[in-house]
């Protein structure tokens, strides 16, 4: 049997006792970091299956970027989204940005699902993608080489920035494939701060994607002719770049095209 998968979830319960969570405003930090993690698993898929972990935005949660995920299960991917402690709007307190232990965080959990027995994931098959707070988190392992993690072949920006408040922070070379994707019309302005990440990458195989009129997260998520294309054209991303071959930024461009609608330019390499 093969895509569309149906998908399956469960939720599994990640910890890391070498690095401490954060104040929350009125709660205090806390140590070690605990990752609920929601698993989206495509039903029938043979394993090992390759991997996509994803990372919400502030104030957010898993929940939020269901047909999203959903899509890339459908694709047989597996995909784990942790809640992280810092960022989500699910726990006490106020939530905070912390681009550095979100990006450890991502590293985390593929360290743990490649170790765990409740999945079987294809080690030399693995991607980071993630939105707004998220899409810098993995903007933060595309970019450092004090982030980067040399497992993840594929990382997916979306209407995420340069980080911030990051120390040391340094652009170098990757060998992982980059795609950016933001909306126009993003209301909080990442429409001019999420092409910098682009434009920044040092990286062979890079693309970007703009929705002409897209906002900040229904460009991702609705149920719009323009967000279905989007979706898509991550997915398509996603399955040319996690193969083991690096793919050319030509390739890149290539399998991208042509866009599901007319909303949707792919902007490559200058």
């Not at 009125?26 to 972990?53: C, I, K, Q």
């Not at 995920?69 to 307190?93: C, H, K, M, N, R």
């Not at 707070?133 to 392992?141: C, E, K, R, W």
């Not at 002409?212 to 399955?239: I, Y």
Request: aromatic share 8%; with cysteine.
């Amino acid at each position: 049997m093969g895509p569309p998968f149906a998908v399956r979830t469960e939720t599994i319960t990640l910890f890391d006792p070498t690095r401490p969570t954060p104040a929350r405003g009125s709660v205090p930090a806390s140590p070690g970091r605990h990752l609920v993690t929601d698993l989206f698993v495509p039903s029938g898929a043979s394993g090992p299956l390759p991997l996509v972990v994803f990372a919400h935005g502030w104030n957010s949660d898993p929940s939020f970027y269901e047909p999203l995920l959903e899509q890339w299960a459908q694709a047989g991917f597996l995909v784990a989204a942790p809640i992280f402690p810092d960022s989500t709007d699910l726990y006490a307190g106020s939530p905070v940005s912390d681009y550095a232990d979100q990006a450890l965080d991502l590293s985390f959990v593929i360290t743990s699902l490649l170790q765990s027995h409740v999945v079987s994931v294809d080690r030399s098959r693995i991607a980071v993608a993630g939105h707004s707070d998220g899409g810098t988190d993995v903007a933060l392992l595309a970019l450092d080489p004090a982030y980067a993690d040399p497992r993840v072949r594929a990382i997916v920006c979306m209407s995420g920035e340069l980080p911030s408040g990051v120390a040391p922070y340094a652009v170098g070379a990757s060998s992982a494939a980059l795609l950016v994707a933001v909306g126009s019309n993003d209301e909080y302005g990442l429409s001019t701060r999420t092409p910098l990440v682009f434009e920044e990458a040092r990286t062979s195989s890079k693309a970007m994607i703009v929705e002409q009129g897209g906002d900040h997260l229904g460009s991702f998520v609705d149920a719009t002719p323009a967000a279905a294309a989007m979706r898509e054209e991550t997915t398509r991303f996603l399955e040319l770049a996690i193969e083991p071959r690096p793919p050319t930024s030509a390739a890149v461009v290539g399998a991208l095209q042509p866009v599901g609608s007319p909303a949707l330019t792919i902007v490559p390499p200058s």
